[in-house]
């Protein structure tokens, strides 16, 4: 059990990482990477965010929306889950202001993050089925193991590219190249790095995801 959840999490992180492999969330991943600060304040939010956002919507989905023939309702009633960011806006705005003005526009848009979506939506798909199997408890132990794999995975490639653009903006490419594209063709090669993960986590603990 200890070894399949730690193949989750840490596939999660590397192998299925939803920034760098999935592309998902690339609008926060591209405007708040510039500095480390705000990287892993907004990082925090995120991982918090689908923590909370997948413990919610997926006993809701397997009890709630799928008995009650609902689940066309899915992404609507997910996203009004996960619109608990707000929360976090009026909390990080009260006590943590400099973390709050940092954010600016970007953590409001967690609520329709595309990342954090996408992770309640595959994580329901891939272990809502595991329920008649394996037990509820066990595949929504599996899930939550799964966001906090996708959140760190996340922090990961939000720190790791806010140090890439720091060395990025000390160099002097050439005009054409200056601004955003030389951040996306950046943030193209960071991707392509992550391909070396590829099979690591099932050779590693020697099972099959």
């Keep these: 059990m200890l070894i399949k959840l730690a193949a989750i999490f840490f596939s999660m992180i590397l192998v299925n990482n939803y920034v760098l492999v999935k592309f998902y969330g690339i609008c926060p991943f591209l405007g708040v990477s510039k500095k480390f600060d705000s990287a892993v304040g907004m990082s925090g939010a995120v991982i918090f965010v689908m923590f909370m956002a997948t413990a919610v919507t997926f006993p809701l989905q397997i009890f709630v929306l799928n008995p009650a023939g609902l689940s066309y309702l899915q992404t609507i009633v997910f996203i009004l889950v996960i619109a608990v ?3 976090i806006e009026i909390f990080l705005k009260k006590y943590v202001v400099a973390l709050y003005n940092s954010l600016g526009v970007y953590l409001p848009l967690i609520t329709t993050n595309c990342c954090v979506l996408a992770v309640t939506i595959l994580v329901v798909d891939d272990y809502g089925a595991d329920v008649e199997a394996l037990g509820f408890g066990v595949a929504y132990i599996e899930a939550l193991v799964c966001a906090i794999g996708a959140g760190v995975g996340f922090m990961l490639a939000m720190v790791m590219f806010s140090g890439v653009r720091k060395r990025v903006e000390a ?5 054409p190249f200056k601004g955003l594209p030389i951040t ?3 943030a193209a090669i960071t991707s392509l790095s992550f391909m070396g993960f590829g099979g690591i986590v099932e050779n590693l603990f020697n099972v099959t995801l």
């Design 85 to 87: 960011v707000q929360f």
């Design 171 to 175: 160099c002097d490419p050439p005009a």
């Design 184 to 186: 996306l063709l950046a």
